[in-house]
């Protein structure tokens, strides 16, 4: 039996470019804010390398776009079309994994995110027809058009497609390729799959070149992946642990031990070297009797009878403009934030990215407020956004302290307006009153033997005993006189 036997097959490999997937553009853990910026030097001191991101996407848009739109890219060959559909939210909610296909805002939040994803960078890579290209931009790398909304053509989209921007386009359409597992990619958190992804490189490489092992500096993981960077090794062991743990279990590594560098700073450092195990050999196999055998660029040839969706236009835009839309909802929630001093475009582009986060916000950033002496909160606005800030307690303080004044003023009004009852029954019953003794004494006898007599002739009277007869009887004067101011007060409501 050959070694190759005991390899680990893929059944299904996507390439993807090797060029910008090697630096980071998503945040990989759900909370907290992470700042990504890299800088390379030469020996001269010559900057070579710079890559930043603004407004870096959380760990769903990273999956769709390595689990959805990388594929799209790599099922259409070369060349990559401008336009790209990726199919309905929920078609794409399902794709993902999601068990309530019908929760799409998630869906929408996280490609929006992707889109406003800003790329600030310069750097040089090998083309795959071997040239060295030097590419700057200032970018982000595609537009989203949404079911319903226009192409730059004025036609209606029938799903959602994103639309690429010029030098992404041209970066996808020169780049060289790398495979990777796409059916272990979806098995694995953000942070492992990340893993996987710096470390294909390295791993293919080794085996390309027929060297035992590949090698990754530690202050390499984390700056690429991007990851919280520690320099004590009781801090480093358990979170690299973490990391190659799901690698060791499927075989993509066979074994990993490390030593102790440091940086021309001084700063420690420490080199994993890792061993590759049957599954990376399997994938090296499996993608090199794919580039032998099946060619996976193929040529797309346009019809001249369809309809183009995008314009002619011999010197388009860096960056074709989508405009968003925006219901009287999502404006109201813009003029809130902009009482906070967020700039309209800012509270704009968090409307459509964070929409649940920005309402949830607007009602806890007053509480946020007291007891400081902040002048500019719009900062704090926004990092409470992007950073899913918990609700301050003083927010719950203030709430309990308005319900407690809301229980005391209801309970205020229900005194004071049984007071008011109370007076207006006494003053009425005292006009009456008044209103029986200045009646002239003729017609006041008259109406006292008529309901004394009605009194009388009343059951209870009727059927009184001896005893309590004489209690009633005691009575009779005063229950005579009520009686008849009663009907007073009746006769006047």
Known sequence: MSDTNLYIIPKDIIRSETVLSRFPIHRLSKYGKVSIEIKLHNSDGELTTRWKVKNPPDPLAYKIDTLIINRRIDNLGKPVPKLIKLGSLRELAEEIGFKNTGNTDRIKNALIQNALAGITAKFTYKAKDGTERTTEIADT????????????NGDKADGTYILLHDIYREILNSAQTRPLDYDYLKELTPITQRFYELLSYQIFGALENKRVVAKMLYSEFCAYAPQTRFFDWEQVRPQMYRVHKPHLESGYVESVR?????????????????????????????????????????????????????????????????????????????????KFGVSEKKARELVKSRKKAVEREIVFFPARLV???????????????EDNYEPPQVFFELQEAEEAKKRTEAEKGRIRQAEKIENEKNDSWFKAKKHLLEMPEEERNFL?????????????????????????ELALDGMIQARIIESFIKSEN
């Open 448 to 472: 006292w033997e008529k309901n004394k007599k009605q009194i009388l002739d009343s059951e209870e009277f009727r059927n009184a005993d001896q005893s309590k007869l004489k209690i009633l």
């Open 258 to 338: 490390f030593e102790k560098v440091r940086s021309d700073e001084g700063t420690p450092d420490w080199l994993f070297i890792y061993t590759p195990g049957r599954k990376a050999k399997g994938e090296h196999s499996f993608a090199m009797k794919a580039k032998a055998s099946l060619p996976r660029t193929k040529e797309i040839k346009s019809n001249p009878n369809q309809l183009l969706l995008i314009p002619d236009d011999p010197t388009p835009p860096l960056v074709p403009e989508i405009e968003l839309t925006f219901n009287d909802e999502e404006e109201k929630l813009i003029s809130e934030m902009r």
């Open 371 to 385: 007891g400081t002496d902040i002048k500019n909160p719009s900062g704090l606005f926004i990092r409470a956004i």
């Open 141 to 152: 790398r595609y537009a989203v058009i949404f079911t319903g909304e226009k192409f730059p």
